[in-house]
Nanobody, 127 residues
Framework: QLQFVESGGGLVQPGGSLRLSCAAS????????IGWFRQAPGKEREGISY????????KYADSVKGRFTISRDNAKNTVYLQMNSLKPEDTAIYYC????????????????????WGQGTQVTVSS
């Protein structure tokens, strides 16, 4: 059974850090590019980071560039999002998703190319 499980969210103070994990089961993560998305209340879903299947290329939205780092451990079937210097505007539900597209796509990668999504993990940045 195909499944994505995000974890690592929570409540953190401004300036703090969190590491999100996206663990895959039922398929081999190494074959897929992985995107991280987020959706804040009342806002549209936003693609914030992407990593190619090999891990050689990573991409970031301007809103998180320099603060967030995406990485993957294909042996563990897991992708990570290290989030540093968190701001209140980072508060959102964070999702990971997979895509079969090959190569190094331009960013942002459109939602419709992702065919499986996790259930999301809440990140709240507040003092």
């Amino acid at each position: 059974q195909l499944q994505f499980v995000e974890s690592g969210g929570g409540l953190v103070q401004p300036g703090g850090s969190l590491r999100l994990s996206c663990a895959a089961s039922g398929f081999t993560l190494a074959y897929y590019g992985i995107g991280w998305f987020r959706q804040a209340p009342g806002k549209e879903r936003e693609g914030i980071s992407y990593i190619t299947s090999s891990g050689r290329s990573t991409k970031y939205a301007d809103s998180v560039k320099g603060r967030f780092t995406i990485s993957r451990d294909n042996a563990k079937n897991t992708v990570y999002l290290q989030m540093n210097s968190l701001k209140p505007e980072d508060t959102a539900i964070y999702y990971c998703a997979r895509t079969e597209i090959h190569g190094d796509p331009s960013f942002p990668v459109p939602d419709y190319v992702f065919d499986a999504w996790g259930q999301g993990t809440q990140v709240t940045v507040s003092s």
